[in-house]
């Protein structure tokens, strides 16, 4: 039996929004710019075959007596209230089932059938002037709808779909209020709402579901004072009904502090009536875009762990998008793409732009130049390096932030919200780490788009890229290694550290760490590919030269008894996987023979397979339940870098995918799964000891789109 | 000694915000919107003699650790932060005392004083002209200063003003990231910010107030995921240091749902950086102009307990003000003044407008116009009345809605969100009452703004006022009694309520209910004057006739024991204050024949002071600690109402404030104090048995205000 109650969001493209559904109780709902489910209770039901009774999916709880505070003294309130005969009971979970897909997520109850769309579509470069398609893409809704099968009834049925909204600021209302009597509807103030367009549905608001759904007069569906909104129906005996929706979300005005900015989509959305208007005008165009992309997807050969890993992933990234038309006056009228992180809610984040990567490259590339272009011009910075312990500075560079900003807060030019100073732990800067991202994202972009231009107007900075690369190695040319040696005058005597920040300290430390040794040896492979293809040779061979020097080191480093350390060289005996992770980049960035076994670099490879294998067991890097454990020395394991690592070990790397993978597929989906710490949370990513319990509801699963390319 | 612990509202005009402060724990703080306090740390503290010590006002609880959010496997995630020498202790609460006045609320505790500065101030009707006195009348800020006395002291010592915000949506952040330089503060979004320009103080953002103010490294004070933002600096040694604060709120944009609308303010400040930029720059005019409104107020005759009563009403009123500019096509451009129902938020609930209009006929008379005219235009119905337990219905006319909508949600035209069908007490129709409000608000208004074309424009609602509340009394002449005998058809078979919805049966019935007989007495008196001043003598002569039949009825529903029932001539025994409210108005609107003690009416006054004499009785209409007894039949009493008999009581029925006055008023101030449910709320209307349970957060309390005209 598939899985049934796991919160799965629902996300328009852009809107840093999410219709969250799955995980019993009031732990869904509608929600705007939050790092978390809404947490409100979202009401679908139909009348059972006894008058008055209904059976409800589970996602909500009982309401409090809002009557109350309105007459404080009486005994008992409900004697002034309306009462209603209505009386709910969830359906017993038995009775449920889910069919969980890309676009759309299919709960099964009776005689109830609840359908959520959220169709995967491509953002149009919003300079292509494709206006019609960036509206659609960009639409701010997801759409839904209610199947009954009342064939076998002797009378008609009233059906529900409503919600209890928790903004602080505004009420709930209902929409009918307001426009041309088309539009039904219940929302909350401007922000999120569900409408309808089917004139067989009526708006109610009222204290609890309960009024809602059966007043004691019905004109008392207006209650203004009521905090559950819900759109009610009849479903007519005899015959199959089908009642559609939108879910609709809107911020207009400034939507950022520190610079100014809007949604895009206000653009072509005023307000939250015409997303409204537009999703239920175009409902069987998106429904049609919904099923041709979940019938894409069903033409690969994912197997049903990896299927729904990589769907459940999309989702989630989907939920983590921002996109906003940049007001202030520096660069007004500008895109700018943003990717939340999740429950942390950090913006562009780079450390997981080079994970995404991978999914904008086959979905908008243009996304990837928009975030590589803003790291240009508004959070690159120079600095100073030194070597540890020593005080003298050398010339460093050029590099980049770590992020962007946090939670709606465009943070100040060339620097990031997370770094800090004078640490060598978690919120360290991560210079060079960041330094390598552009690099890997720049040429993996110039590869998969083919816009030369790019190359062109950037030059200068791939250019400034490699020279700071090399500083950061050894400022002596003779003795460069290939790979980091010193930290930037940033971190003020502390050490830079790595996006695996929270992990153990073997793969914290970014000096001499393997992952990021990999990692900055495709930087220079990547590099001398882009610099030799147009025309740079200077720079390529330069480039080529410090791959050589990297794969001399990493060969070094390697023990006898066949891995190399986390950190090398410093006595660190940490056994990891990501060693292998920087192999992906000669697959995406168009250099296969860099990483062909025989190649050039045959000498690393082998090493990195004997490593692999070296490690890939129990003891080390696997857990007992078979999941890969990213680090022998740590318990926390990320099921984002784990995806990407699993696409070098059998693309780059030539390796089997045995019972043993599979076994670890299994169990990756458990830990997804786990009632406890993580279906609560949709896709999450640091799982300590398979529970979610770090990077929750987060974006960064979509690596897992490399799977389509074996 | 005066109290200490109790929650104030300091707050703009028209902004919908409040700083509130003064109960202990992170119970106060920067409110935007809501209805209840914001609930946040609020951290005003000073270093000790001992470095690294901090004395600190109460108003905050501990942070949690938010780093282990980063860093979720570590077992001491404090080795990877920025530790922090400081070490907080709240002040005794002994050595804490309290100034609170009506424009400055001044905190001392050692050698630190807080002065919280809200000026109260006209706001000039924005037809006017005044531009620069709108502007300045309607900045949504309020203003603070910190006093370090470091005469004794040998070193300079930390100072700081920060908060820990809650809105869901939107990080902390520096202010100082953006502008030219001279404004430094923290923020939350683009909401909430304490600002300075004083360069002796600089900003810092950290998980806890520890870190902000002494960060292991100062660099760290940008820290981006900071939760504590706060604004720091150092008092030297041997002197007196002072230090400026504006505390800001700013909502951009569209503000409310159903009518689209903006504050007023957002004209003159496009954004919150704009509102401190403003309010520094005019610091001394704003502490002038609040010292100039204390002085005018230190010159009245107030007792110290009707002082502190009033001025606690005064800060509540300001914080549910909420000045709109419509936006919509239909009334694009117009301004629309509300005043929110505190923990409701219902926005102007026309029971109110009727009670906040003795003080808004002295600061601003022109939102009372502002108000009756939104009522006429958008929120007057028509309809038919019936006999309770008949169907026939009767010709009945025009009247208003009991409110305009809730919680930024602007209700349908002709529709309040409160009122329902069907029913016979709370949430049912008000629309009897409100006929009456509009009426002796429209009178009162006419007479203390001496704006004749307000009569001349709606003239034909005057004359559909008195046609409406006549047809309500009986649909045939000869037998009318001069009050309400037939309920609205828009009770659909339930009956009218009053603004006394949730007190007892005795007060909530409208049909021969006591309180609106009187009031209606007092509508019919003051209509009676403006038709004849304005020359419409057959209208006066019918209004002045129904006055006389009202005094007949209500003299003939005398008990031979003394009192009126609350409900006359249908059994009920309720012993009620409130009989009396209605003779306020002829004061007010300017008939001061109507309320000489031998004049036309006076029959009527007799009858009252002899029921008030029977009813203000321990046993019948006060509590056993001296407070008044609104109803002697319910334990809810409330201040608003209180207030507002106390001076009907001494000004117009000329009875004496003896002990028992005095008494009263003491009481009335502890049930405001009372730790357990009211000191909390700031000022609450609700009572029950001296707590306040009901209206809490409310603005209904200036009705206070004309104590200041005895």
Redesign the interface.
């Known amino acids: 039996m598939p899985p049934v109650f796991f919160n799965a969001q629902h996300s328009p493209i852009g809107a840093f929004a999410s219709f969250t559904l799955g995980f019993p109780g009031a732990r869904g709902g509608l929600g705007?710019?939050?790092g978390k489910p809404a947490n409100q209770s979202v009401f679908i039901g139909l009348e059972s075959d006894q008058p008055h009774q209904y059976d409800v999916l589970p996602f909500y709880k009982d309401a409090e007596d809002e009557?109350r505070?309105?007459?404080?003294?009486?005994v008992a309130?409900e004697?002034?209230?309306?009462k209603s005969a209505a009386r709910l009971k969830p359906f017993a979970e038995d009775d449920i089932s889910r069919d969980y897909q890309l676009c759309l997520d299919v709960f099964r109850a009776g005689d109830l059938t609840f359908r959520i769309v959220s169709p995967v579509l491509s953002v149009p470069d919003p300079r292509g002037g494709e206006v019609e398609e960036l509206k659609r893409a960009l639409l701010p809704a997801v759409l839904a709808e209610i199947e009954v099968d009342n064939r076998k009834g002797k009378s008609a049925r009233r059906v529900f779909f409503g919600y209890q909204g928790n903004?602080?600021?505004?009420?709930?209302?209902r929409i009918d209020?307001?426009g041309e009597g088309r539009l039904r509807g219940v929302?909350q103030?401007?922000i999120t709402a569900i409408m309808s367009d089917d004139p067989r549905l009526h708006s109610a608001l009222a204290f609890s579901i309960e009024q809602a759904v059966e007043p004691?007069?019905d004109?008392?569906v207006?209650?203004?004072?009521g905090g559950v909104g819900a759109l009610v129906g009849m479903a007519p005996a005899g015959e199959v009904s089908r009642f559609r929706f939108a879910i609709c979300f809107h911020r207009?005005?400034?939507a950022?502090?520190?610079?100014?900015t809007r949604y895009y989509y206000t653009r072509f959305f005023q307000?939250i009536e015409q997303v409204g208007d537009y999703a239920l005008a175009h409902f069987n165009e998106y429904l049609q875009l919904a099923e041709d992309a979940q019938r894409r997807l069903d033409a690969s050969r994912l197997s049903e762990a990896q299927r729904f890993q990589f769907i459940h992933a999309v989702h989630s990234y989907y939920g983590s998008t921002q996109f906003l038309d940049w007001l202030d006056e520096d660069h007004a009228g500008e895109p700018y793409w943003v990717v939340n992180e999740g429950?942390?809610?950090?913006m562009n984040t780079f450390d997981l732009t080079a994970d995404h990567l991978y999914f904008e490259m086959k979905m908008n590339p243009w996304t990837v130049r928009n975030e590589l272009e803003w790291f240009i011009r508004r959070y690159s910075y120079r600095d100073e390096v030194r070597f540890p312990g020593e005080s003298k500075a050398f010339p460093g560079g050029i590099s980049f932030t770590h992020d962007q900003?946090?939670?709606?807060?465009i943070?100040?030019p060339a620097?990031?919200?997370?770094e800090?100073?004078?640490?060598s732990?978690?919120?360290s800067h991560m210079t060079h780490e960041q330094l390598v991202n552009w690099a890997v994202c720049a040429t993996t972009y110039l590869h998969g788009s083919g816009d030369d231009a790019f190359y062109t107007t950037h030059r200068q900075v791939f250019l400034d890229v490699l020279q700071s690369l090399e500083n950061r190695d050894h400022p002596n040319p003779s003795q460069r290694n290939g790979i980091m040696g010193l930290d930037s005058s940033r971190t003020?005597g502390g050490a830079e550290i790595t996006t695996y920040?929270?992990?153990?300290a073997s793969l914290g430390q970014a000096r001499n760490n393997l992952y990021m040794a990999v990692k900055t040896w495709a930087a220079y492979v990547t590099l001398g590919e882009v610099f030799h293809r147009h025309g740079d040779g200077k720079q390529a061979d330069a480039a080529r030269q410090q791959a050589q020097r990297a794969t001399k080191t990493l060969v070094s480093a390697m023990r006898e008894d066949g891995y190399i350390p986390g950190v090398m060289f410093e006595g660190n005996d940490s056994k990891i996987i990501p060693a292998i992770e920087g192999l992906v980049f000669p697959v995406v960035a168009g250099c296969p023979e860099a990483i062909e076994l025989d190649g050039p670099y045959a000498e690393l490879l082998q090493t990195l397979i004997r490593h692999l294998k070296t490690v890939l067991k129990p003891g080390a890097c696997l857990f007992d339940d078979g999941g890969w454990k990213l680090s022998s020395t740590?318990?926390?394991s990320w099921l984002s870098k784990i995806y990407l690592c699993q696409f070098v070990y059998r693309r780059v790397l030539k390796l089997p995918w045995d019972d043993a993978g599979r076994r670890a597929d299994d169990a990756h989906v458990r830990w997804l799964l786990n009632p406890q710490h993580s279906a609560y949370w949709a896709w999450s990513d640091?799982m300590?000891s398979g529970e979610a319990?770090?990077s929750k509801y987060y974006p960064r699963g979509v690596t897992s789109v490399l799977w389509l390319e074996e």
């Open positions: 705007l710019e939050l009557a505070r309105y007459d404080v003294e009486a309130p004697d002034h209230q309306p903004d602080p600021y505004s009420a709930m209302r209020d307001r929302g103030g401007n004691k007069i004109e008392n207006v209650f203004g004072l207009g005005g400034t950022t502090s520190g610079q100014a307000n429950e942390y809610r950090m900003g946090i939670a709606n807060h943070s100040r620097y990031s919200t997370y800090l100073f004078g640490l732990g978690c919120f003020m920040d929270s992990l153990d740590s318990n926390n640091q300590i319990w770090g």
